[in-house]
């Protein structure tokens, strides 16, 4: 399967507008279908296959790990989306991913 993101700072854009999209007050399939159409095909698939997959009773951090994204993002992620706030789960990990991108480039 080809590689769906280059690197952290695309993982992190994704997570932070979606909670951005959240934090209007889209609900997560308005938030998804909204950013979907403004991805690559690729990205825009997966992202709807993530939500078909949401729909059936997974979880949004099941369906990271295909995406590239670290255990410890999705770990992150399971636990707010189960215990606290979906929304804030996006918005941090998102957060930790563009500076992890930063913090490499520097490097």
């Known amino acids: 399967m080809k590689k769906l993101f280059k690197n952290d700072y695309e993982r992190g854009k994704l997570l932070v507008d979606i909670s951005v999209l959240l934090?209007?007050?889209?609900n997560i399939s308005e938030a998804i279908e909204l950013?979907?159409?403004f991805l690559m095909e690729?990205?825009?698939?997966?992202?709807?296959?993530?939500?078909?997959?949401?729909?059936?009773?997974d979880t949004f951090a099941d369906q990271l790990f295909e995406a590239?994204?670290?255990?410890?993002?999705?770990?992150?992620?399971?636990?707010l989306e189960t215990y606290g706030s979906f929304q804030k789960a996006l918005s941090q990990s998102g957060y930790l991913l563009l500076k992890r991108h930063e913090l490499k480039?520097?490097?």
């Open 68 to 79: 590239g994204f670290t255990k410890e993002i999705i770990n992150f992620i399971r636990m």
């Open 42 to 57: 690729d990205k825009r698939e997966w992202l709807l296959h993530v939500y078909n997959e949401m729909e059936k009773g």
């Open 23 to 26: 934090k209007e007050g889209y």
């Open 105 to 107: 480039k520097q490097m």
């Open 35 to 37: 950013y979907a159409a």
